[in-house]
């Protein structure tokens, strides 16, 4: 398998649709049943939209709910398709729930959604001529075509999925280092701020690529690391969690640093050590997707050498800058990322020592914690009640318009307001603006296709390619997509025995319609700016920080142990910044409704951002520091200060001035004692200064942070009131 390099993710995860619809083409051809093709693909193509990453146990359970799922739901709309009225108010329920099922995790939200869409694929498929139970067991029996194919490419290709979450992870943390290295290039030096914003965006691509590569880790090994490439799998997950924590680390101004600099060979030796090991991260993504082992570039390692004699060169001319150790810090880290790859170019599949042997993810077990899950999103702060309840008003107009105006194939309308609507305005006018644009260039294509398609075979045969080129571009392009899935819906119509032009008006009509009420629905009904609380986002953010320091904190002073409570503090906390940085970029779009928001907002995500680095530098220098449970400084002056700063930010948001004032009155008190040499080593002396300069560098920002913070909570007062 090594040597098919042309058979990628992408390729792999379409075999199992393309392998599908190939016999049911066959099927429809041999048996002569072309009456019913239209719901028998129909079947294959709601499988795969509910198709997900698990082992091979995970996947058979998936496949068993996903068929009792969908046999209710076909069956249930059948039933009702008789009665408006009842048809309406099952599918108004059915939105409701199923939308709700989206608290309970990806798997469940997923078969959710596909059984809703099972629902509206009978209704359009539906003929009064037709036996009432055909068309359900025609889309059964198409989802079960495609599960048993699905099950026979895991069979082939059991780790395509996670490898690719995997090899994502280290193309993000490659883009991350490039983002990074900037930082050291003089001639950015005035745009700091800039970066820092590029590079908080960066950083949530990393942490969502992160827990992907998780998710997958965690349903597919489901924490047991008994083999050896089960093994490489985690340590290649860890060893990029480690990489990104050392990049992630601020130490310093690095404004003032490059233009200290500007004129020294060190500076740029630093950059471009940077960019080699971003290089590198694309190779180790490329050596996981073609099953290879990675082999470490030999430029690497000169590169570190050339920095070691560089700086050994700063030292001998300069031995009382006031960068020294900053420089020593930051090229410490380096080394440390340059260790983790050439770690992960030896042959061992043996996971460090220091590695915590479990992956965790949230997981909803029990009626008790379903039910627990569910009740904490019933109310209109949650974005998934308000997309529930929205989503159900959108599907009963929907209903009402079919049934007012007795559209022809009127539930076409409803499909394109399901697929359409999305949690937030932002994603909602892309994915309209894309869904009208595939639609009308599919019609266009569609209406060529009788001078091409005489027979039956050519007809059958563009089915199965239209199919699968929709599941192709489903996630890379969604007007590709939507241009196959046209077309593929008016070969079936003409397979069918109907004329594909008389479908084609509705077809784009329908559309034009659902798009519309979606559109309305995300403006008008509970619309995200109402909602967009930055104050609480923010809160949640310093909170995870707070818990980030505290554990890094107590680390320092009893050994660092890299253990799965410490990875999921720290994921927590990059998460809470990711989701800042999600939250200011979607209302960044829509400036004229956030004006008085984003400058504040801004603000906010680099002070937040800024305070992350310089704790994310704490938890990577630990690894090199003892304890320091014995360690005179550090227990009077150090730890007491960093302890108050953690006080300080559990309560930023609702800390009076004169209070805020005193704590950091004692801080600063605290972290201007000197060290006393008597009771600390040489090299406890050392790491006592790092770590008061870290204390130092976020002391200096917490006045900033809390006078943002508190404009930010007035400014969303003043909306209220």
């Keep these: 398998m090594n040597k098919i390099h042309w058979l990628n993710s ?17 099927l429809v051809y041999s048996l002569n049943i072309s009456a019913v093709a239209m719901p028998f693909v129909l079947g294959i193509i709601a499988a795969g939209l509910v198709d997900l990453d698990h082992g091979l146990s995970g996947k058979i359970k998936n496949i068993l709910i996903t068929i009792v799922a969908f046999t209710i739901s076909a069956f249930g709309a059948q039933i009702s398709l008789n009665n408006p009225l009842y048809f309406a108010l099952m599918m108004t329920l059915f939105t409701f729930v199923f939308t709700m099922m989206g608290a309970l995790g990806q798997r469940y939200s997923t078969i959710a959604f596909g059984t809703l869409i099972v629902a509206l694929y009978t209704s359009l498929t539906y003929l009064p001529q037709t036996q009432w139970y055909i068309n359900p067991v025609m889309i059964v029996c198409g989802t079960l075509l495609y599960s048993v194919s699905s099950v026979l490419t895991y069979l082939f290709f059991p780790r395509y999925k996670v490898d690719e979450y995997l090899a994502n992870a280290y193309l993000a943390l490659a883009d991350y280092l490039d983002g990074k290295s900037k930082f050291f290039d003089p001639d950015e030096a005035e745009s700091a701020e800039q970066l820092q914003l590029e590079l908080s965006g960066l950083n949530s691509r990393v942490i969502d690529a992160f827990n992907l590569c998780r998710q997958s880790l965690f349903y597919r090994l489901g924490g047991q690391h008994r083999h050896s490439k089960t093994s490489r799998l985690i340590r290649y997950y860890y060893a990029a969690q480690d990489i990104h924590e050392r990049a992630s680390s601020s130490h310093f101004d690095y404004r003032k640093l490059v233009k200290k600099l500007q004129n020294s060979d060190l500076i740029f030796r630093i950059q471009r050590l940077l960019e080699l090991q971003a290089d590198d991260c694309r190779d180790i993504a490329q050596a996981i997707l073609q099953r290879k082992a990675y082999q470490p570039k030999q430029r690497l390692q000169r590169a570190a050498a050339g920095i070691d004699a560089s700086f050994s060169y700063f030292i001998e001319h300069s031995p ?11 090229i410490g880290n380096l080394k440390s990322i340059l260790w983790q790859l050439l770690f992960l170019g030896k042959e061992s599949n043996e996971i460090q020592d220091s590695f915590s042997r479990i992956i965790t993810t949230n997981r909803i077990r029990g009626l008790r914690e379903i039910a627990a899950a569910i009740h904490s999103h019933l109310t209109l702060q949650s974005p998934l009640f308000r997309h529930a309840v929205r989503l159900s008003l959108v599907v009963l107009g ?29 994603a909602t006018k892309k994915r309209l603006r894309e869904r009208i644009l595939g639609t009308l260039v599919g019609v266009f294509l569609g209406s060529l296709l009788p001078y091409f398609m005489a027979t039956l075979e050519a007809k059958l045969g ?8 929709f599941f192709y571009f489903k996630n890379k392009n969604y007007s ?3 241009c196959f899935i046209t077309i593929q819906v008016l070969i079936c119509f003409d397979i069918s025995g109907f004329d594909i032009y008389g479908a084609m008006w509705p077809r784009v009509i329908d559309t034009l319609i659902g798009a519309a009420l979606a559109w309305w629905a995300v403006s008008y009904l509970w619309p995200d700016w109402k909602y967009m609380k930055i104050g609480k986002i923010i809160h949640r953010s310093i909170q995870n920080n707070a818990r980030y320091l505290l554990y890094i904190m107590a680390q320092l002073q009893f050994g660092e142990k890299n253990h799965v409570n410490y990875r999921i503090v720290r994921l ?10 999600t939250l200011i970029g979607n209302m960044n779009s829509e400036p004229q409704k956030y004006q008085r928001y984003l400058s504040n907002g801004f603000q906010l995500l680099k002070q937040n951002y800024c305070l992350l680095g310089y704790i994310s530098a704490l938890g990577a220098f630990r690894h090199s520091m003892g304890k320091h449970g014995d360690d005179k400084y550090f227990l009077t002056a150090l730890y007491p200060a960093a302890r108050e700063f953690i006080a300080i930010l559990q309560q930023l948001d609702h800390l009076p001035q004169a209070q805020f004032d005193q704590k950091m009155m004692n801080i600063s008190e605290r972290l201007g004692a000197e060290t006393d040499e008597h009771f600390s080593s040489p090299s406890q002396l050392q790491q006592d200064r790092v ?10 920002l917490l006045p900033g942070l809390y006078q943002t913070v508190h404009k930010q909570l007035k400014l969303e007062q003043s909306m209220q009131d």
């Design 480 to 482: 590709f997509s939507t």
């Design 320 to 330: 009382n800058s006031s960068q020294l150790e900053n420089l020593r810090t930051v």
């Design 10 to 26: 992408h390729l792999i995860a379409v075999i199992p649709v393309f392998i599908a619809v190939n016999l049911a083409a066959m």
């Design 572 to 581: 927590a906390a990059h998460e809470s910044a990711a989701e800042l940085n």
């Design 398 to 426: 929907c209903c009402i318009i079919a049934n007012a105006l007795a559209l022809e194939r009127g539930y076409w309308v409803l499909l394109t307001a399901i697929f359409v609507c999305q949690p937030n305005y932002s």
């Design 462 to 469: 563009l089915l199965v390619i239209t199919s699968t080129l």
């Design 691 to 700: 770590l008061r300069q870290q204390l130092n560098m976020m002391t200096q």
